[in-house]
């Protein structure tokens, strides 16, 4: 089944090491985007690509840097977790066609 | 700007009770619509989208919504609930247009319990 995958499911880090959270689809979809959301409350975009496009929303810190070396894959680089950025990270792709984002199952960040 | 209220934070009902969550948006533009469902430590699974055509339509799991322009609604309906539907619900709105690569405005979730 075409699908959005994300890796690992659980991640912990401590406190200032960088981590990097992988998202890949067999959706070819063009449009990738990567979602924090902390407990209890709607996901936060943070960016998204079209194509290599990257497109960083105003209010995005400059901890959080991302990179998709092909349409498959994206990657989520966090160079200096903070105790603040222990959240659930979602990753989705874009439907063009519908305009409709199918979501990963996620990665539980915690940092210690 | 598009904006979503999910109206009521929590909705506890008993097994096999019918059961509506609410969402209201806001838009200067025509919208998609969507409803989102949270398991506990899952993404977001989609439940229902409304793109055009019918107002009412039909999802997963035996929900459905109907779209109510003159009333700016996308409520969420189930004729009988189970446990397993336990989860939280999110209603999410983008323009039609395409514009910012349909981003969604989400509404703040409303969580289902489900007790027997």
């Known amino acids: 089944d075409a699908m959005v995958i994300q890796n690992p499911r659980y991640q912990v880090t401590q406190f200032g090491k960088p981590v990097t959270l992988s998202c890949s689809q067999t959706l070819n979809h063009n449009v990738m985007y990567w979602y924090q959301q902390k407990s209890s409350q709607a996901p936060k975009l943070l960016f998204h690509y079209y194509d290599k496009d990257f497109n960083n929303e105003a209010d995005t810190p400059d901890n959080f840097q991302s990179r998709r070396p092909n349409t498959s894959f994206c990657f989520l680089d966090i160079r200096s977790p903070g105790l603040g950025d222990a959240a659930m990270y979602l990753c989705?792709?874009?439907?063009?066609?519908?305009?409709?984002?199918?979501f990963g199952p996620g990665t539980r960040l915690t940092v210690l | 700007a598009q904006s979503v209220t999910q109206l009521d934070s929590q909705v506890p009902v008993f097994e096999e009770a019918p059961v509506e969550l609410r969402c209201n948006y806001s838009s200067s533009v025509s919208v998609y619509l969507f409803w989102y469902v949270q398991y506990p430590n899952q993404g977001l699974q989609l439940l229902l989208k409304?793109?055009?055509?019918?107002?009412l339509v039909k999802g997963i799991n035996g929900f459905e919504a109907e779209f109510n322009k003159s009333q700016t609604s996308f409520h969420l309906r189930k004729p009988s609930v189970h446990i397993s539907d336990t989860a939280e619900y999110f209603c999410a709105v983008t323009k039609n247009s395409g514009g910012s690569n349909y981003k969604l405005t989400f509404g703040k979730g409303t969580l289902l319990t489900v007790n027997p």
């Open positions: 409304y793109l055009s055509g019918s107002t």
């Open positions: 989705a792709t874009l439907s063009g066609a519908t305009g409709t984002q199918y």
